[in-house]
């Protein structure tokens, strides 16, 4: 299949967009968070064509995005108090919320749970081909299963060429990590993925909120709720070790590594340490006054480190508070949860 390359700005090209996913075929689209892999999600055949061209399993389910808030009505009908509180606080924006679905939302969407998990975007492409497409789209990030989500046109391009009908680029995305998901399908609302909206943000609305317990650790017999938080996702080719301790105590720990291998290296560092690394091929996130900028480079970074063969890879630690909670996490996931401690060695 040859797959169309649009401009976000090419007004027929969105008609055509719309038109593609309400006959069945897949869009993918830039959102705020990341991009995403789009298919009518009433449609079950436009799910299995996700999963298809991801790679995905179908058992982990989809976030269905919608473009306005009285879309809510034909996915349920049991709809929490708390769903408005938080809509009316965070959407459109970087909240996936999940709530019982009714019986006529597909399985082939929701990986046979009889939950649905919703996110209205805040981004103007995604707005546009979702009220184009009919309404509801499913989509999932627009990678190829067990790499890193896309933060540009050309990743997606990279992974799902040949494999989907159409791309919209619309340029960097703006945040660079996926949505928050809470889960308010029970009674204490449970936060199942950090994101950019973050627990102390929910909980000034909600009052109290619980966050998965195994999301930033490595936990025996723990199992995450959110399907897709089980598998080794966002994984770069190389091996990734990420390093806690003080900025001087992490550079030195790093510095007797890429000294002692013969493997070709990457550092993934900040402003503030890139000039304390002698060799290797050194990747700054940006700076550790502005978590945004880190959070927008990762996914990015762990890109090029596979496009240059990197075969080792020593990554920083960052601060947990606030958004780096999200960021951290993303980084656990990505070196497999390996973490060298290097505190007290300086
Ligand atoms: O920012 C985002 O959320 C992006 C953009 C495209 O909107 N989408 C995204 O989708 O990250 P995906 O499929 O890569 O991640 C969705 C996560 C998976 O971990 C999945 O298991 C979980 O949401 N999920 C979806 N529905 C669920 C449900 N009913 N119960 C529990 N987890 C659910
Ligand atoms: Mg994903």
Redesign the pocket.
């Known amino acids: 299949m040859d797959t169309l390359i649009i401009n976000s700005n090419d007004k027929a090209g969105m008609k055509k967009a719309g038109d593609i996913i309400k006959s069945g075929g897949l869009v993918a689209f830039p959102?705020e968070?990341?991009?995403?892999?789009g298919g009518d999600a009433f449609n079950p055949s436009s799910s299995k064509k996700i999963y298809a061209a991801k790679g995905r399993p179908s058992d982990?389910?989809?976030?269905v995005?919608i473009a306005e808030l009285s879309a809510l009505d034909r996915l349920s009908d049991s709809i929490p108090e708390t769903l408005y509180k938080l809509a009316d606080a965070f959407w459109p924006g970087?909240l996936?919320m999940?709530i019982k679905?009714l019986a006529s939302v597909p399985d082939e969407t929701?990986?046979g749970?009889d939950?649905?998990?919703i996110?209205m975007?805040h981004h103007p492409v995604a707005l546009e081909l979702i009220r184009e497409g009919g309404g509801y789209i499913a989509?999932?990030?627009?990678n190829a299963s067990g790499r890193p989500?896309p933060t540009l046109a050309s990743h997606v391009s990279e992974d799902l060429s040949g494999r989907i009908d159409m791309i919209i680029d619309g340029g960097e995305v703006g945040i660079g990590i996926?949505?928050t998901?809470v889960?308010l399908?029970s009674d204490v609302p449970v936060i199942?993925?950090p994101?950019y909206v973050t627990e102390k943000m929910l909980s000034r609305v909600l009052g109290h909120v619980e966050t998965d317990p195994t999301l930033m650790k490595k936990t025996e017999g723990g199992r995450p709720?959110?399907?897709?938080?089980r598998y080794r996702h966002y994984a770069p080719k190389g091996d990734m070790q990420l390093f806690k301790g003080s900025i001087s105590e992490v550079a030195d720990a790093i510095n007797r590594k890429l000294s002692a291998s013969s493997r070709k290296c990457g550092v993934l560092c900040c402003n503030e340490s890139k000039d304390l690394y002698h060799t290797g091929y050194v990747r700054s996130l940006g700076s550790r006054n502005d978590m945004d900028s880190v959070a927008l480079n990762i996914y990015r970074a762990l890109r090029e480190f596979d496009d240059e063969g990197i075969e080792e890879i020593y990554a920083e630690s960052f601060d947990t508070e606030g958004f780096g909670q999200a960021v951290m996490n993303r980084l656990l996931k990505a070196a497999g949860y390996n973490i060298i401690n290097t505190e007290g060695t300086k």
């Open positions: 959102t968070t990341v991009y995403g892999l982990n389910p989809l976030i995005h970087p996936t999940i679905k929701t990986g749970l939950t649905v998990a996110r975007p989509a999932p990030s627009a989500s996926e949505s998901i889960d399908s199942l993925r994101g709720k959110a399907p897709g938080m």
